[in-house]
């Protein structure tokens, strides 16, 4: 039903961009009012969209939900102290990352510092006179 009703949407926003004649069985299989404006028409697929996304992102968590229970059972342990040492783990992982990151940002910064000093003419300015 939604991707029939998205692809009716767009065909429906197409033909009145266009300023055609709208078949009045688009209207019925859009689910809009007869005469819609092209904003309402607009507004429905960008709901469409977002109720389609929202109900993916549900199955997604549901699945994951679900492996986590399947490897909580496997471990013999509870999902909140399986989720808890996940959690720990990546803090431990963000922490053993932190010096690399602080150097790459500092070299990245001592660059973006010698590039501004190179637009500006100050790099390399000074001259030898005999």
């Known amino acids: 039903m939604s991707e029939g009703r998205l692809e009716s949407l767009a065909k429906l926003s197409k033909i009145l961009q266009e300023k055609g004649e ?74 053993n990352n932190k010096k690399a990151r602080e150097e790459e940002r500092r070299a990245g910064r001592s660059k973006k510092e010698k590039q501004r000093e190179a637009d500006y003419g100050e790099y390399d300015m000074d001259t030898e006179h005999v």
């Open 22 to 95: 709208v078949p009045s069985g688009l209207w019925a299989e859009a689910g809009l009012k007869v005469g819609s404006r092209q904003k309402d028409v607009e507004a429905a697929i960008k709901a469409e969209k977002k109720s389609k996304s929202a109900a993916i992102k549900r199955t997604e968590e549901e699945l994951e939900r679900a492996a986590q229970a399947e490897e909580a059972r496997k471990l013999g342990v509870k999902v909140e102290e399986l989720q808890d040492k996940m959690s720990a783990m990546e803090k431990e992982f963000d922490i």
